[in-house]
């Protein structure tokens, strides 16, 4: 057997990971695996914890999309407790979801993307990163900087925290939202949307033309997706049914209780992460030629399974990228521009969301009771579905707990794309830290 | 001349890192004095040499080492271990770091029973053997802390701490200082609810239902919630949250303290002493639901959560 490359620790991805790649003696890519190396056991140690306790607790599963754990656990305890949030609550609870998530698309984008493509793929790795851009582009940088932490500081005004959130609550949310607090509030709102429209902008205007052959190239597989719509086939974080779409695009729609029936999670001794994948396809293969099961989640698939964007702007571009690139696109590195669309479709929804009367309604919270019970609640992660299924005993207390986040849905798809990507850039023993840096562009791309 | 800095995630979940970026705006003036040699977060060095053909993890030489998470496994204990070589000062920080964070919950259960309901005992996965691979580093026997491991020179605890406290730290060091902490005060302290030292008796309540305020008041209108009769850690968890000027953040969402910031000095015992709070504003403490994860949230490292013994059945 040849040479054994060891890219660890992955970077500009959140947490642990490392890519092996085993060249055979003539040094072309005999074997690659994506390893994730944590595990932190949160399915064993929230049992016996009070459900209305679960939201302010599985937040900390991720410290970058806190809000999306936060919020499926809310709805998961809503139905545990069998309650239906008053409406004033949900947009309260969609509002700061969709906040949330504009500083988190702006984070992916420009801190841990952009330096590939701003600096450059190729450029060495001591500049290719935000300092670089910092020093590269210091106008962009300040209001990248800027808007970032704006979204915070909305969240923390209102909601008293951006990360590890406690604002959301079994039966609806904590405090209502005041008249003082919506005016507060909506001229930076109006600020995000104008900087997403501004992103979109640049980046069709200086990245993606630019980088269309590595876009066509780089990661490229081609498999399912998965997401969630409204009942008019919209694109929607907060709630809605889900759907999977077959890579030609024919799909099956079903209602979160049901996801048991089309997910299965296969276990490899080499990754303590597991592989979800679409059980109705038949046994999960990750051949490159001939994926078996293999779906995709987070904006790309999003953006593939939507019949539509939910606003207008976002609509429009929607439109546009589909011209481009047809319904799935499969281009892995579309994944960057897909989520700027989404980031365009957050802001819109926040400065609506703030606009609507109800917004300031004191109705938020409904009465709950403890009761056995199991509820499943699933929000779109930045990152991809996310899936909290509880059950409860007759005291509230959890007694089993499923858990599905958005990146490990990616797993098996993550592999291929390593997989294509490494024999891309790798042959006849030929490579350099460039060429290694593309297969971490494979991973960035879904924002692991 | 730029300072070099380490700064690697453990067993964490990148809000502490988030909390870096959400210093906002002096962010861009910070930057520029620092020189991350290591950064899993945002910069592309690898342990493994550039070209993944080294043999041994090379950690850079640095002055300053910032680690964030718990250590939960064979691989981050010998990185903490090679980063505390390589560099002069090592701050923990956030909760996870200096007190194994919520992550230490798992200290409640076996290892083993954790493998178990992971891999074997969940609805969707097909069950098999615990992985097992170079690759796949084996759990640590419990989640520890930082300080349980190696030497720690600055401790920023919370959950995620206020970039406040780690501008502050950061450029005390950058003035060569060599210590730093926060002031020992208790969320109490800076929460400014109206408070009667009474309540109305009788069990804790559980948090079905929201505290009791008008909105369109300030909290110094709002009863405390410890005397409103559900907990709040308050009494007993280091101020801070809000970072220098702010009031207490889950207070400000109208919610209880859970306690993030972990205890106000080293040798508090915050579960006894919280049951004292309770009891002094008449509230029967051993009437709390699942008392013991509630009361030790954030601090289940250094053998605060254990594995009770199993009780004979009844």
Not at chain 2, 23 to 46: C, N, S, Y
Not at chain 2, 239 to 258: D, L, S, W, Y
Request: net charge neutral; charged share 25%.
């Amino acid at each position: 057997m040849g040479k054994v490359i060891n890219i660890q620790p992955v970077t500009r991805i959140e947490g642990h990971a490392k890519v092996v790649i085993t060249l055979d003696d003539a040094g072309n890519v005999a074997d690659t695996k994506f390893h994730v190396q944590t595990l932190r056991g949160f399915e064993k140690f929230c049992e016996g914890r009070p459900v209305e306790e679960m939201p302010r607790t599985v937040c900390h599963i991720c410290g970058i999309c806190p809000w999306a754990h936060h919020l499926a656990s809310a709805k998961a305890a809503d139905a545990c407790y069998g309650v239906t949030p008053p409406p004033a609550a949900v947009k309260l609870r969609r509002l700061m979801q969709n906040i949330a998530y504009v500083s988190d698309k702006i984070l992916h984008f420009y801190f841990l993307a952009a330096p590939d493509f701003v600096i450059g793929p190729d450029a060495d790795y001591s500049v290719r990163n935000v300092v670089g851009i910092i020093q590269a582009a210091p106008e962009i940088a300040k209001q990248v900087v800027h808007m970032r932490h704006l979204g915070a500081q909305i969240l923390e005004h209102f909601a008293g925290r951006a990360i590890h959130p406690t604002f959301a609550v079994p039966g609806g949310v904590s405090k209502p939202m005041t008249e003082a607090d919506r005016q507060y509030t909506l001229p930076l709102a109006k600020e995000l949307l104008e900087f997403s429209k501004f992103s979109l902008k640049f980046a069709k205007d200086n990245v993606f033309p630019k980088y269309i052959d590595a876009i066509k190239s780089i990661g490229v597989i081609k498999v399912g997706y998965l997401g969630t719509v409204t009942e008019d086939g919209a694109l929607d974080f907060y709630d809605g049914k889900l759907r999977l779409m077959k890579p030609d695009g024919a799909y099956d729609d079903f209602a979160y209780e049901q996801y048991v029936d089309y997910i299965g999670e296969w276990v490899e001794p080499w990754s303590y992460q597991k592989f979800p994948y679409a059980k109705k396809w038949g046994k999960l293969s990750l051949d490159l030629d001939n994926p078996v099961g293999v779906y995709r989640t987070n904006c790309l698939a999003r953006i593939n399974v939507a019949d539509k964007m939910a606003t207008p702007l976002a609509q429009k571009e929607l439109e546009e990228f589909r011209a481009a690139f047809g319904r799935p696109a499969h281009y892995t590195l579309l994944y960057h521009y897909a989520r700027l669309i989404e980031l365009l479709q957050c802001a819109e929804q926040t400065v609506e969301l703030l606009n609507d009367p109800e917004i300031t309604s004191t109705d938020i919270r409904v009465p709950i009771t403890p009761r056995a019970a199991r509820g499943v609640g699933c929000v779109e992660a930045p990152r991809g579905t996310l899936i909290h299924d509880y059950e409860c005993d007759a005291n509230g207390l959890i007694t089993k707990l499923n858990l599905i986040v958005g990146t490990t849905h990616n797993t098996a798809a993550i592999n291929m794309s390593v997989n294509q990507a490494a024999k891309l850039c790798i042959k006849d023993g030929k490579y350099d830290q460039g060429a290694l840096n593309k297969v971490e562009m494979a991973i960035r791309a879904y924002d692991p | 001349m730029a300072v070099k800095v380490v700064e690697d995630w453990l067993n964490a979940c990148s809000g502490c890192e988030i909390s870096i970026l959400n210093i906002g705006d002096a962010l861009l003036g910070i930057l520029p004095q620092l020189e991350f040699v290591h950064m899993t977060a945002l910069i592309d060095h690898k342990f493994f040499g550039q070209l993944g053909d080294g043999t041994a993890m090379d950690i850079p030489e640095a002055v300053v080492g910032i680690v964030s998470g718990g250590v939960r496994n064979e691989e981050m204990k010998h990185e903490l271990e090679e980063i505390r070589k390589k560099v002069k000062f090592l701050i923990s920080l956030g909760s996870c770091a200096c007190y194994g964070g919520v992550p230490a919950q798992a200290n409640m259960f076996k290892n083993e029973e954790t493998f178990e309901k992971v891999f074997r005992q969940s609805v969707t996965t097909e069950p098999a053997p615990d992985p097992k691979d170079p690759n796949v580093p084996p759990w640590t026997s419990t989640c520890m802390a930082v300080d349980e491991v190696v030497k720690v020179d600055i401790a920023i605890p919370g959950c995620p701490p206020h970039p406040d406290w780690i501008a502050e730290a950061i450029t005390a060091l950058l003035e060569g200082k060599t210590a730093w902490s926060l002031p020992e005060r208790s969320v109490c302290d800076t929460c400014p609810v109206i408070r009667e030292q009474k309540s109305g008796g009788g069990p804790v309540k559980r948090w079905l239902q929201n505290m009791e305020f008008n909105p369109e008041e300030g909290l110094e209108k709002m009863r405390c919630i410890n005397e409103q009769g559900f907990l709040c850690m308050g009494p007993v968890t280091l101020a801070g949250c809000a970072g220098k000027t702010g009031v207490p953040r889950c207070i400000q969402a109208r919610t209880p303290c859970r306690g993030c910031f972990g205890p106000i000095r080293k040798g508090a015992r915050p579960m006894v002493e919280m049951m004292g709070a309770l009891t002094s504003v008449g509230l029967d403490p051993k009437s709390l639901v699942d008392r013991r994860a509630m009361m030790n949230r954030y601090i289940g490292g250094h053998g605060v959560l254990t594995v009770l013994p199993a009780r004979p059945a009844r």
